[in-house]
């Protein structure tokens, strides 16, 4: 976890490159072609980024809802018999990378949003349904056993016992999946998504570093930012722990 002074500078600098993108123009100029634009301006840095951001939490919370769903069927009696299955469906995005599923989704789907929420949402599901598992089944036999003793039904038991006590390490998988999908969405604009991946495409294209740069940094600071904030949520939801003041 970043500290709060890194975390100002790095709010302040992401706010910056956002909302006033042109203060940037004389240190990023060296690296643009001569006469070539230094800042992009085809699209709002904005637009881009709070569409970036929709892909990746429209995609995240789909993920984690059939992910924690197929993890929680897994880890009951009636369903174990059916954890390979469910491991080989959340392997899937893992099998086919993220370019691949753009590829045979198109055709389906056409261009657009689509074809990358497909990618986002398969490449996605791995690290939560693992972690959910984890979390489901390394709970204490002690405290399962006092709840049943005290009479909870299995849904009392695992709506206030199993899923509170899982939250951090399903938390931790979710924070995974969620930096993942904010890398990963800049591809999407090879599909016509709205995405940061546009300006870096754009650079990439033209020869034009400043563009590149531009969008890197972009993507790079949600990342450090958004994982620092999920790292902050699941120590609040962990507890006090030893040696932290």
Do not use: C, K, W
């Amino acid at each position: 976890m970043i500290g709060a002074a890194a975390r100002a500078v790095f709010a302040g600098l992401l706010l910056t490159f956002v909302l006033a993108p042109g203060i940037f123009a004389p240190l990023l100029a060296p690296l643009a072609p001569e006469t070539g634009p230094v800042i992009y301006e085809r699209a709002s840095l904005l637009s881009l980024s709070l569409s970036h951001l929709g892909l990746v939490l429209a995609a995240s919370v789909a993920a984690t809802a059939v992910a924690v769903t197929l993890a929680i069927l897994v880890t009951r009696p009636f369903g174990a018999a059916f954890r390979p299955l469910a491991r080989s469906v959340a392997n899937l995005g893992q099998t086919f990378p993220p370019v691949a599923v753009l590829a045979l989704a198109v055709p389906m789907m056409g261009f657009g949003a689509g074809p990358t929420l497909l990618a986002l949402f398969l490449y996605g599901l791995l690290p939560i349904f693992e972690n959910a598992m984890t979390g489901l089944t390394a709970l204490p036999p002690a405290t399962l056993e006092a709840a049943r003793g005290i009479g909870m039904t299995p849904r009392q038991r695992l709506l206030r016992v199993e899923l509170p006590l899982a939250l951090p390490v399903i938390l931790a998988g979710v924070r995974l999946s969620v930096v993942i999908a904010l890398g990963t969405a800049t591809i999407g604009s090879t599909v016509a998504a709205r995405t940061l991946g546009e300006v870096i495409i754009a650079g990439l294209l033209t020869s034009n570093t400043a563009f590149v740069v531009q969008g890197g940094l972009v993507v790079g600071l949600f990342a450090v930012l958004l994982h620092d904030a999920l790292i902050q949520l699941e120590r609040r939801l962990s507890g006090p722990r030893r040696g932290e003041g």
